[in-house]
């Protein structure tokens, strides 16, 4: 009996060591090959630093395909990655949270998403400053890459038909291991110290469309958990519509499985909208393992219900309501906003892209989310545009059809072919134009970029045009009172919380200058 006992607390010692061993994150070394100064800011001056964190897997964790990767002397599975640092030089500067960016395609997005200056918008994949918001504000910033042939080395074997296969799941698990590193690591396993040491009290991600389902998915799979701590307090998320990123597999490469999506053209396509499709689905699945979920804000524009199926991020996979959502999330629609702004649309495309900058409210809501994890101070209440079910035109993409239930809904417009509801930009409430109309034809490169059709300037114009939409001149007396209606709204942005006082000055100091109005005329007898 003694010896049947002793077997029985031998088999439990060693599985519990396993299961800590494989939820422990293991950095082994940390090697900076680039350091560079990167600018002076309100907080401070800022550094950049580029190079590559090497790490080690138990090969017993629920990642597919890991346990038939070659182990290394301690037996466990190899990985390194890219890593970029955007940090103060002082380390009594920074504001105490690390804002982990996840590349999208192996493209940072931070600078893109939030320092973006509001008329020369940053594409994806830009280091530069910009408007200096993240780093005026204290934050640091990392760029920790996962992605297959996009600047992670995944773990990978030959399979039985002698096929190279990479274990694509492991990019989850080198997120959660880096991060975990930086926020409470003193050094890797070399002795090399954590250039964040102490300077770390909480932690946000941050992801756009692919890299939103990314962050999903990684809750979803129990990656925000590390040594028995939360991983990210705090997840923003923008523009990731319904569903999950399809890489708890195995591929072949070149490319990462997370680069496909349904699409006009291939509206069966599987992996993205799969059960679960909700965030509150996703956090009732979080919380049944008992994990705490960090805090939460999702975004979305117009074209994500008109071609990423955004729609069913709310109600799931069948009916139109809405499902309630968790007291952890907030999910807020940008009204007239596209998934993507550009300066310029394709050749092809029928529309003018959307002039919708929305990186003002990205850079609000992301102070509003940290000061709720920091103090639990409340952030505003949802906002969304209310949804209609989708008709022909202008086309949406529709259910795939293994969601037999499901119902794509696209936000209700005014006359004008505006959105109802959401967050409403000044541009976009004091409007000028049509914004966020579905372009066309429906390919990749022109349906996630929304549209600006201006409002013609007379209605004498507007009529010989056949636009039923009121002009300029039957909408706004003159420059001044446009130019007031605009002031109205900046004040109550500001004071809703989704615009800062630099940003209302900018969008004023804009309305001003407009030339929709023609050039302003000064009146020399009036100035004396």
Not at 66 to 93: F, T, W
Request: one cysteine or more; aromatic letters at 8%; charged letters at 20%.
């Amino acid at each position: 009996m003694p010896n049947r006992l002793s077997r029985i607390a031998a088999t439990f010692f060693i599985s519990f060591f396993a299961c800590v061993g494989a939820a422990h994150a293991e950095i082994t070394r940390l090697e900076i090959t680039s350091k560079q100064p990167y600018g002076s800011f309100r907080a401070g001056d800022y550094v950049m630093w580029q190079g590559k964190v090497y790490g080690d897997l138990a090969p017993q964790e629920a990642i597919p395909g890991l346990d038939k990767v070659q182990r290394n002397s301690r037996g466990r599975v190899d990985y390194s990655s890219r890593i970029v640092l955007i940090m103060p030089s002082g380390a009594n500067r920074a504001n105490g949270t690390l804002l982990v960016d996840v590349p999208n395609r192996g493209n940072a997005y931070a600078q893109a998403l939030y320092n973006s200056p509001r008329d020369e918008p940053f594409l994806s994949g830009t280091f530069e400053p910009g408007v200096g918001f993240l780093e005026d504000y204290g934050y640091t910033i990392a760029e920790v890459y996962w992605e297959l042939g996009k600047g992670a080395d995944l773990p990978s074997f030959v399979d039985a038909e002698g096929k190279k296969r990479y274990v694509e799941g492991a990019g989850f698990a080198i997120m959660r291991d880096t991060t975990d590193f930086l926020a409470h690591a003193p050094a890797d396993a070399a002795g090399t110290p954590n250039p964040l040491k102490g300077n770390v009290s909480r932690v946000i991600a941050s992801g756009k469309s692919q890299t939103g389902r990314f962050l999903k998915t990684f809750l979803l799979h129990g990656f925000n958990s590390a040594g028995g701590r939360r991983v990210f307090d705090g997840m923003h998320v923008f523009v990731s519509a319904s569903g999950t990123l399809p890489i708890m597999q195995t591929g072949t490469g070149p490319e990462s499985s997370a680069n496909g999506g349904p699409t006009f053209v291939d509206p069966e396509f599987r992996g993205v909208n799969e059960d679960p499709l909700t965030i509150s689905e996703i956090i009732k699945r979080v919380e049944a393992r008992g994990e705490v979920p960090p805090k939460m804000m999702l975004m979305s524009s117009v074209s994500d219900y008109y071609s990423l199926r955004a729609s069913l991020g709310r109600t799931g996979a069948s009916g139109t309501a809405d499902q309630p959502l968790p007291a952890s999330v907030r999910m807020y629609d940008i009204a007239g906003s596209a998934h993507v702004r550009v300066p310029k649309a394709p050749a092809e495309c029928s529309l003018a892209p959307s002039r919708l900058d929305w990186t003002p409210v990205s850079r609000a809501t992301l102070l509003k989310l940290d000061a709720w994890i920091a103090s639990n101070a409340e952030p505003p209440p949802n906002q969304l545009m209310p949804l209609e079910p989708a008709g022909n035109e202008p086309p949406a993409l529709r259910a795939p059809a293994h969601l037999p239930g499901a119902v794509i809904q696209v936000p209700k417009h005014d006359a004008d072919g505006n959105a109802i509801g959401g967050i409403r930009l000044p541009d976009f409430a004091v409007p000028l134009a049509t914004h966020g109309g579905q372009s066309r034809p429906t390919s990749r490169n022109c349906m996630l970029l929304g549209s600006y059709t201006p409002f013609a300037g007379t209605k004498a114009t507007r009529e010989a045009a056949g636009d039923a939409r009121l002009s300029l001149a039957e909408r706004y007396r003159n420059r001044d009172d446009y130019l007031n209606r605009v002031r109205i709204a900046v004040r109550e942005l500001v004071k809703a919380g989704f615009l800062l006082p630099e940003d209302a000055a900018v969008i004023t100091q804009a309305a001003a200058a407009n030339s929709a109005f023609g050039p302003a005329i000064s009146d020399p007898a009036k100035a004396n």
